[in-house]
Each structure stands twice: as structure tokens, then as C-alpha cells.
């Protein structure tokens, strides 16, 4: 089946820098590639995705970009705000979905 | 959290105790899940449903039934069988088709003693 890796499991950022998130993936035919922020004790959120004939998307201070040959896509988050602070999981759909372990993000005033 | 709700938030149990988890959705979604989620494990598949009166087991059924009597309602038992059941669970709906964003609801934390 397919195996999603998450790279770093944590992150530290001051306020308006930049973080980035990677992910890889194993199995070439998924073709959709969501991400996630889930707040603590809350249920996670989809924040962005994007699709595998698509190589970057953008909103508005998020944007994830796709590399199929390299099978990995990247999260993107810029002028980052201490309200970004969570959890980030990406996944991938090949049938059914497939998560990574999380990244802890934590945006330092 | 979207039009997904789950109920209860926190949930106690006896080892031994079968308990069932409540999903219910109003976004007329067709397709329903549920995630377990462990700390530094991500989200695993329990068990999924595309259609009413249809489910498949995902990658850890064991220990785990489900029903799906109509379309708004997916709950979840955690049967004695299971091994290790205290775990934050996760209930999510879908459509089925070209898109496929998933959206998720609040979770239940259940402890088992």
C-alpha cells in the first residue's frame, strides 16, 4: 500500500518567517494530495490541496506545491502568525487516504 | 468541524465494555470514515463506507464493527476484542467521485481503564 513520510516532526518559526513542510510518497498512481491543520483536541482541518495534474497551488499565505517524478509535495505557509501554531498532516489518496505522522509547528512571537 | 458531529467529547470505559461512538454528518455526503489517531502516528483507517448498508475494514478493523443504516449516521464499536483501545477517534465524510475532500469532525476521546 502507499507510504506517506512527514518531514520535520516539529518546527519552530519566529513570526513572520517562512515554514516549509515535506512529505514523500511511495505509490505513483495517488492523485490527490490534502493537507491538514488540527488544533489541539479538536478534529484536523483541511487547509489546502492539490491534485496530481497540478504542480503548485497558492491561498492567499499557503501554498503546496507537487513534484510527481519525485513523488513529494510541500506545504508552504509564509508571514507566519502565532494563530498558525498546530499540527500539519499531509496525506495522499491512492483509494482510500493516506496520512503522515504530523508536524508540530509552533510560530514564536 | 463542518456539518460533522460526534458525540460524546470524552469517554470513559471499563476494560471488558464494548462502547459505541456516534458519527452523524449533514453535509449529504456518500462516503463516511473512521481514523484512529495515536501521538506521533498520524491518522489510521478503521473502517469506511461509500454507500448505505456497505462498509469495508480498513488497515486496523480488528477489534472494531460499524453499521451504516443511513446516510447521515456512522457509528462506531469499539468491542472488548480490541486491544488497546484509549485513542483520540476521528469520524470523517466525503463525496464520492472526482473530489475528494474530506472533512473531519471534532473526535472522541476515549479512555479505557
Known amino acids: 500500500g502507499e507510504n506517506v513520510e512527514q518531514h520535520p516532526s516539529t518546527l519552530s518559526v519566529q513570526e513572520g518567517d517562512s515554514a516549509v513542510i515535506k512529505c514523500t510518497y511511495s505509490?505513483?498512481?495517488?492523485?490527490?494530495f490534502p493537507w491538514y491543520k488540527q488544533e489541539l483536541g479538536k478534529g484536523p482541518q483541511l487547509i489546502i490541496d492539490?491534485?496530481?495534474?497540478?504542480g503548485e497551488k497558492k491561498d492567499q499565505r499557503i501554498a503546496v506545491t507537487l513534484n510527481k517524478t519525485a513523488k513529494h509535495f510541500s506545504l508552504h505557509i509564509t508571514e507566519t502568525q502565532p494563530e498558525d501554531s498546530a499540527v500539519y498532516f499531509c496525506?495522499?489518496?491512492?483509494?482510500?487516504?493516506?496520512f503522515g505522522t504530523g508536524t508540530s509547528l509552533t510560530v514564536i512571537p | 468541524d463542518g456539518g460533522i458531529t460526534q458525540s460524546p467529547k470524552y469517554l470513559f470505559r471499563k476494560e471488558g465494555q464494548n462502547v459505541t461512538l456516534s458519527c452523524e454528518q449533514n453535509?449529504?455526503?456518500?462516503?463516511m470514515y473512521w481514523y484512529r489517531q495515536d501521538p506521533g502516528q498520524g491518522l489510521r483507517l478503521i473502517y469506511y463506507?461509500?454507500?448505505?448498508?456497505?462498509?469495508q475494514k480498513g488497515d486496523i478493523a480488528e477489534g472494531y464493527s460499524v453499521s451504516r443504516e443511513k446516510k447521515e449516521s456512522f457509528p462506531l464499536t469499539v468491542t472488548s476484542a480490541q486491544k488497546n483501545p484509549t485513542a483520540f477517534y476521528l469520524c470523517?465524510?466525503?463525496?464520492?467521485?472526482?473530489?475528494?475532500?474530506?472533512?473531519f469532525g471534532p473526535g472522541t476521546r476515549l479512555t479505557v481503564t
Open positions: 470523517a465524510s466525503s463525496i464520492v467521485g472526482d473530489s475528494y475532500e474530506q472533512y
Open positions: 505509490d505513483s498512481a495517488s492523485n490527490y
Open positions: 492539490i491534485r496530481s495534474n497540478v
Open positions: 496525506a495522499a489518496h491512492r483509494n482510500q487516504f493516506y
Open positions: 453535509l449529504n455526503h456518500d462516503a
Open positions: 463506507s461509500q454507500i448505505v448498508n456497505d462498509f
